[in-house]
């Protein structure tokens, strides 16, 4: 079955530090890739996504690129806040209708001062 | 912005009880699913939900769950004879179509304590 492996936190950086958070899948056919970020006593949000091989999803300086040969869908950010620290879920989509998602454990980052 | 909404935030319960989780999706959705997980652990998908039947079930969705929409707004989950074990944060998500492309937007959550 399909399955995502994230890298274990606590992931701990100061400010405007570089960010990576890995991310690889196994799957049959072709999903969709999501990361998803939960903040403190809130639900999950999505954060970007890439539906194809060789997408970058980004959003608010994050990136990650789909990788199929590698199965990977790694985030960066090149500068991290303060306003970062949260959880954060790598995801992969079913093919097919109502398409279930299959998460990663998820990788706590805390970014100090 | 629109959101999805569940009710309540936290519940207790002794095991044995019933319970009823309430998720109010985004109102132009179709489609619906309830999520879950343990604490430490990975969430996990439980069920599926379009055109008022379960699209897909998970093998945590036994005979002691069930989902319903009794109107046009809400989106419960019941769990007739709760376990210690049930004890989780139950997350809702809703899209507006089901395709793997699609993000699905979640809830906050209603963390459940089983005792």
């Known amino acids: 079955g399909n399955s995502v492996t994230q890298m274990e936190g606590p992931v701990t950086l100061s400010e405007e530090a570089f960010l990576t958070i890995n991310c690889t899948y196994t799957?049959?056919?072709?999903?969709?890739l999501f990361w998803y970020v939960q903040y403190p006593g809130e639900g999950l949000q999505l954060l970007l996504k890439?539906?194809?091989?060789?997408d970058k999803g980004s959003n608010k300086g994050f990136e990650a690129t789909y990788r199929k040969e590698t199965t990977s869908f790694h985030l960066e950010k090149g500068s991290v806040q303060v306003s970062d620290s949260a959880v954060y879920f790598c995801a992969l989509s079913d093919t097919g209708t109502a398409s279930k998602l299959t998460f990663g454990t998820g990788t706590r980052l805390q970014v100090t001062l | 912005e629109p959101e999805v909404t569940q009710t309540p935030s936290h519940q207790v319960t002794q095991m044995g009880q019933e319970v009823i989780l309430r998720c109010v999706p985004i109102s132009n959705h179709l489609y619906f699913y309830w999520y879950r997980q343990i604490l430490g652990q990975k969430v996990e998908f439980l069920v599926s939900?379009?055109?008022?039947?379960?699209?897909?079930k998970s093998e945590i969705f036994d005979d002691q769950f069930s989902v319903e929409r009794p109107d046009g707004s809400n989106f419960t989950l019941k769990i007739r004879s709760t376990k210690l074990e049930d004890s989780a944060m139950y997350f809702c998500?809703?899209?507006?179509?089901?395709?793997?492309?699609?993000?699905?937007?979640f809830g906050p959550g209603t963390r459940l304590l089983v005792l």
């Open positions: 939900f379009y055109n008022n039947e379960i699209s897909e």
């Open positions: 998500a809703s899209s507006d179509r089901g395709g793997p492309e699609e993000t699905q937007y």
């Open positions: 799957a049959t056919g072709y999903p969709s």
């Open positions: 890439a539906t194809k091989a060789d």
